[in-house]
């Protein structure tokens, strides 16, 4: 009676850009070595970070983002000339590099190795024509009633 | 005393794209048909899905949005050019079609049928002049306050 | 054992746009009213809404943005031209102005007034070169572990 719950976290991952692809794993790896029980259900275009064929060229656009850390101050115009798109992931990347972040396909694995269960949203999947082979192993398929299901009864829960 | 206490989901809907505003609908009534009490508080762009001068004709910009995926590959430039943010929701309208989910106006309607509270947020209305009839037979209005009330006791919080 | 349990709300604030400064801080000062214990973490570009450099001049895009309510209609193609981006803020600004709603550095002080705590992500002023004294004063520093240790036993976790 008096023991304790285990905890629960409850992740939604939504978004496909290298800088939002991040806190899902940063909060998940973490969690999990506190012992928390933790799920990421990844839908819309945050089904790229299980992605194999894209995980490792996530994008962040200058463009649109104002709040942008930027070392070297830029001009919206700037991000709309091609090819520039790439310029936010390579100031980003330098970035992550100065702290030693791991890569996002490393990250992937640390989280699947220490227990983070990952599961790819079967309407995404129809809607995008992504198949099960192109996904990092370990991941499984689901819909939101899966997602509910761990979710309703946990401590946690993020949409991100 | 062992009965179970009747499960809760409290949704902050902000985003008024066409993208963001299928989550929030999917997750509540996905959560009804399984017996959870479900609010969704519509605020800042959030409130366009519930404005029936708007909720038809929910846009996604191409540009900024990296993670897009694109049946046809689409560099950043063409985003900018006038009239082209309408190929965002072409696309998505045509994918979202090969699954057969509902349009948005449908999924409101499902949503408050099967008994999702949905409430527009009264500072929102005030400050971009939109009037409680522009909105959705059914749809009421509130503050943060009415939202924290609920979510407070609820199962699952999201913010989208 | 019939005593209530302090209630507790955890945000994460991940945004540094102008729009998405105030949900965070709305949600937490309506919460502190409440006597809702809570905390806002700061990460990613959400640290902009505490750094005394950034946090009284926040930017809004029009560009990527095709859900901003705009009182003029405005094409894309506007958001691209330099200086264009500044348009963003002086209309939510106006807009904010007309329900009287205080600016961000007010807001942020009235948080941490009513017992808000906050605190700036670590890894992200390493990976910025953010420094502590460039923060708002009353400000606290952490990691992710700090913040889930919060929020697992919060009654409300938001990632906005």
Redesign the interface.
Known sequence: MAEEKQ?K??I?S????L??AY?PL??AS??A??D?ETIIFF???GV?IINKKKYDK????P???????SPVPM???I????G??ALGPIMMKN??K??N?PTIPEFVDTCLESGVKMIACT?TL???GVKKEDLVDGVSVG???EY??F??????????
Chains 1, 2, 3 share one sequence.
């Open positions: 905890k976290m409850a939604i939504t978004k496909g850009t800088d939002m806190p940063v909060l973490t969690a070595a506190m928390v839908t819309f275009y790229d996530l994008q962040v656009a463009i649109g983002n104002p709040a942008m850390p001009p919206n115009i991000g709309i000339l091609p520039m798109t970035m992550i100065g702290i972040w309407p129809e809607m995008t819909g939101a009633a509910l299901d979710a309703l009864d946990a401590n946690i829960s993020l949409f991100i």
